[in-house]
């Protein structure tokens, strides 16, 4: 499964059929919760879990759960994708460590595709919504 993607329209589509979200400037990935382990997966398919340890605590959210979201750095309170790409790419595991604690990020989870063993992509997404916010 890989994360939906924004994509470009020339105008709002009216009607309450449709739902806008913010867009993020920020990294899609999936994040995998299962028996106490977060695995956060890009969209191009790596795992991307090591360079970002505080992100780990979230696994205690749900026993098994598989979210769409997007991971975020803020400087001075709004979205920076330019400290967010000081983390990107890091290997060493005292360095994220490190950096987890100086440039934080925070997920920002937009739907919730599996929970507890059930796959709920064939679910409406405003029951996937409501069960996400609970």
Known sequence: MS????????AVPPGPEW?????????RVLADL????????????NDVTAAYPELAPLADLYADA??????????????SFSALAERMHVRSTRKAATLGVTRPVTLMVFDL??????????QPW????ELLER
């Open 3 to 10: 994360p939906m993607l924004a994509t470009a329209a020339t």
């Open 19 to 27: 739902v806008h979200e913010i867009k993020w400037d920020g990294m």
């Open 34 to 45: 299962r028996d106490g382990r977060l695995t956060l997966t890009s969209r191009n398919g």
């Open 66 to 79: 598989l979210l769409d979201a997007e991971i975020v750095a803020f400087e001075d309170g709004r979205p």
């Open 113 to 122: 595709l599996r929970l507890f063993g059930s796959d709920l992509t064939g």
């Open 126 to 129: 405003q029951a996937r919504r």
